[in-house]
């Protein structure tokens, strides 16, 4: 049984096209993050919503948009795509709304913009 | 600002030798610090969650200890495997209800048949 699911696995695309990431967690967690890995492997938050509420924004550029249309989702949707947008893309879970649960993560969408 | 450093950045070490894997980080003043492992094109998978009232937490083979006043905690490995093979990452939560996990760069792992 897959705990958090993405999809695509794998998306390579041109610059300026516009593209979704969906996330689907069936642990009944109720916070959901996106995380971003760049080339040198750091692991920094993007967003985090709790029960479709949005609780965390961090400085990223608002071509970035999250969405999620109930708490067992949470998709990530980018506009206008810019090279240094290529990365790794994970998606988490976690019990609590305190983050006192562990994070649970999903496989990660590669996205390579070209 | 909280930062997480891993030392080594990666090791290699003949299987059956005991693996110990180190984390620091700046700011003591934790809420809980957890251990991933990453193996390659794979997301993460939670290993241990030591809460900082605690000292350590075990799992099979897996001790991670924590030393809030120093900052640093260790991954001991017993006995590797070479399907330990992996990257390790430690993460930190800085205060209770902030969410955002603070990551280390990560240690990768060789073991050597």
């Known amino acids: 049984d897959t705990a958090v699911s993405q999809t695509p696995k794998y998306l390579v695309t041109q610059m300026g096209n516009d593209k979704s990431i969906k996330c689907e967690q069936n642990?009944?967690?109720?916070?959901m993050y996106w995380y971003k890995q760049d080339s040198k492997k750091f692991l920094k938050i993007m967003f985090s919503y709790n029960n479709k509420e949005l609780i965390i924004n961090e400085t990223v550029p608002n071509r970035f948009s999250p969405k999620s249309p109930d708490k067992a989702h949470l998709n990530l949707h980018i506009n206008s795509l810019e090279l240094g947008d290529s990365a790794v893309y994970f998606c988490?879970?976690?019990?609590?709304?305190?983050?006192?649960?562990?994070?649970?993560f999903g496989p990660g969408t590669r996205l390579t913009v070209t | 600002k909280q930062e997480v450093t891993q030392i080594p950045a990666a090791l290699s070490v003949p299987e059956g030798e005991n693996l110990v894997l180190n984390c620091s980080f700046t700011?003591?003043?934790?809420?809980?610090l957890q251990w991933f492992r990453q193996d390659p094109g794979k997301g993460l998978t939670s290993l241990l969650l030591i809460q900082s009232s605690q000292r350590e937490q075990t799992s099979g083979r897996l001790n991670a200890s924590l030393d809030k006043s120093s900052g640093r905690s260790t991954l001991y490995i017993a006995a590797s495997q070479p399907g330990d093979s992996a990257t390790y990452l430690c993460a930190v939560r800085p205060t209770w209800g902030d969410y955002k996990l603070s990551f280390g760069a990560g240690t990768t792992v060789t073991v050597r048949a």
């Open positions: 642990l009944g967690h109720d916070t």
């Open positions: 700011d003591s003043a934790i809420y809980n």
């Open positions: 988490a879970s976690s019990q609590f709304r305190t983050g006192e649960g562990e994070q649970y």
